[in-house]
Each structure stands twice: as C-alpha cells, then as structure tokens.
C-alpha cells in the first residue's frame, strides 16, 4: 500500500471521527449501559438505543428459530469440536482488531463502520474477535456462534445486527502433528466419497496465496488439504439435502477462490451453486502465526473460518427480508421446528410508504451515509424496509453537497398510515438537523 493512500485512510479515519465529534456535543448521554455494564461516553461513543436493544436477543439460542437450527445443522458437522455460542459481544478493540493483525487504519476501525460504546470498549464485528481468547483457554478445536455489530446500510440483505459461525482447528507443529492432518484428511476423504458433491478447487498454495514465512510448505498445503475437506463436508452438510431436494441427481457444485484477509494465509473463499446462482457463503484460510503466538500457542498451526447465518437462512428457509428473523409475529414464528429446514410462506406484504429527505451537509462536515441509516433505525426501528441516495449534487459556487434520500417504510406485520410516518419522519429530520447540523432543502 503506497504512503499517499495511507495518508488519505488516515484522513479519511480522522474526519470520519470529527463528524462524530460534533454530533455527540448536542446529543449524546453521559453514560450508556449495555447488558448490565455501564460506560462513561466520550467522543468516540455512537451505539443508539435501537442496537443496545439487540444485545441481549440471541436469536441463534431461540427454540425453533431458523437461525438456532442452522446453528445446530453445523455443528453436528463438527461432533468433537467445542461448541461455544454465549461469549458476550462487548470487546475491546485490541481484541477486534489488533490481536488480528488488522493494520492500524484499516476502513473496519472507523466509527463510521463499528459501533463503539467508548474508546476502550465496542461491540465485536465478527466472531474472530474471541479466536485468541479461545486458544488461550487451550481450545483446539472449536465453533462458535454469536451475534456481531456493524455499521451497515439498510436493505432487504443487511442488519446492523447479525449472526456469524467461527471455527478452526490447530494441530502441533511436529511429525505426530503432521500425522494427525494426515489422518484426518484420510478419515475426510472417506465422509466426501460417499456424497454427490462436484468440486471445483484452487491450487493450496500460489504466488498470489503464500505460505507464511516460517510454515513447512508441505505442512501448510497438508492444513489448506484439511481445511477444504473439512469445508466442503460441512457445504454438504448444510446443503446437500436440500440440493437433492431441489434438483434431483445433480451434484452439490462446490467452488473455492482464492481470497485476502488480514487474519489469515493463504486464504479462500467458498462458493455453492444453488437454486440457479452462485452463492458465496464463507471465508477461511490458515492461521496467521502472529495470532497463535499471541495466543500463547507458538508451536501450533491451523486454519479457521467464519460464515453468516442469515447469508444461508435467507436462502434455505426462502425469507425475502432480513428484518423478520427479528419479528415477534407468530405467524412467522410458527412456522418453524427446531431441527427442520422450512420454505418460508408469506403471510401478508403490506404497501410501503416512501419519503424523501433533501439536505445541504455541513462544509466541514464529514457525513457519512452510515449516520444517516442509524437515525433511521434508531427513530423508525424495523418499520423502515430500505434507504436509498436517489441524488448527489455538489454546487459549483458554494461547494456545498446537497443529498437526497428516499426512505421505504414498511412493517412485516400490519398496515402503515401516511400520518404516522410523516410523524415518524419528521423525526427523522429533527434528529438529522440536531446531529450533524444539516440544511433541509
């Protein structure tokens, strides 16, 4: 990475965290407390109300939810392996981020992007976050699943909260250790012949896709062996039947591409064709050694993955929003067993009501699209369905940029009135207004 596009990522970063700044000195609370833990704000501070809400749901333990069965469909992939799934989702950002080799400006650290309850502490991005906690306990072998928090737009696809799947497996770095991957890779082998599943696969190891300074190259091509089969075990796992189920004799079409992340190398992506689509499904690699020696575990090496269940659940169980995986309505709820993969079956789609707000940012203003979603969901919670910039325009003389958003109101479970969301939206707008100090237009 050249220095300049350092220097504007810090930049970026550092204007990012003035906008917040501004925001804070006319709105924010003293302290906010979070799962019975109670933090001092400061300038860094942005989680609203309508996310702490969702910190203590664990939709993934809830009985008969499709979330807690696909949670338990993977698993049962992995029988031996640790099954963690209550860690608190409050972390550190040195354990999000820096005991993952993350570099120092890297877009996730933004306030733009994570939800920080101060400086010290925030909700975890991702599962990776508890990777060296677990191998300190002396974990080799484990998953674990979780709800994680990013900053996101809003859309059918994406929550501000979500559910992912962390796994991984680290053996000795010694001849038993090899002897171990070697095992296991045979016992793999075995489970995969027996399944109607079509791979399409990367070589372990390339130019592009290093081995780490100081792994065995025959060591490490043996672990990305373990870590495909054990991979693409689990692809069939979760969708083998319902492949079969969908397209008679036709193989389950696995495929991995090689990938980047910063926690991993060499790393791959994982693809599975279904329902007429290439579908990426999850991440995964071989362990960066700086995160096992902070680990405390130096002489080992192992891969890890993480997945998002909602990605899979969406598709599976054939739910066209992301939203009612939060819903209290019986008739979604009651359509599930725990256990069971079950087409969705809508039960109403009621009509959206659109607004737009038009608005001249502040000059000095570094206003990011992300503050204007968490207004929205913190105002309008899940009655908003989507938000959309439907126009961008920068005056020649003034240099001032003018935005204009169109928010999609909808709710899951019953018929909104125009009044109550020009109610909800004129909310909306005080809030934009005394937040970041914006010029309706």
Known sequence: MSQLTLCRRRLLLQSSLGSWRRSLSTQAPSHLEILGQRFSADDYTNITPAIISKTNKQLHLKPNHPLSTLRGLIESAYPDFTHASSLSPLVTPFQNFDELSFAADHPGRAVTDSYYANRNMMLRTHTSAHEVEMFRKGETKWLLTADVYRRDEIDASHYPVFHQVEGARIFDQTPNGMKEVEESNEYLSSLLS???????????????????????PLFSAALCQNLKLSLNHLMWKVFGEAARGSSGSEPLKVRWIEAFFPFTSPSYEVEVFFQGKWLEILGSGIIRQATLDTAGVQDKVGWAFGLGLERIAMVLYSVPDIRLFWSEDPRFLGQFEQGKIQTFKPYSKYPSCFKDVSFWTPQASAFHENDFCDIVRDTAGDLVEGVQRIDSFLHPKTNRTSLCYRVNYRSMDRSLSNEEINHVQNQVVDRLKAQFGVEIR
């Open 194 to 216: 027996k399944s109607n599943i079509l791979i399409e696969d990367v070589p372990h190891i390339s130019e592009a896709n290093p081995v780490q300074p100081g792994h065995d």
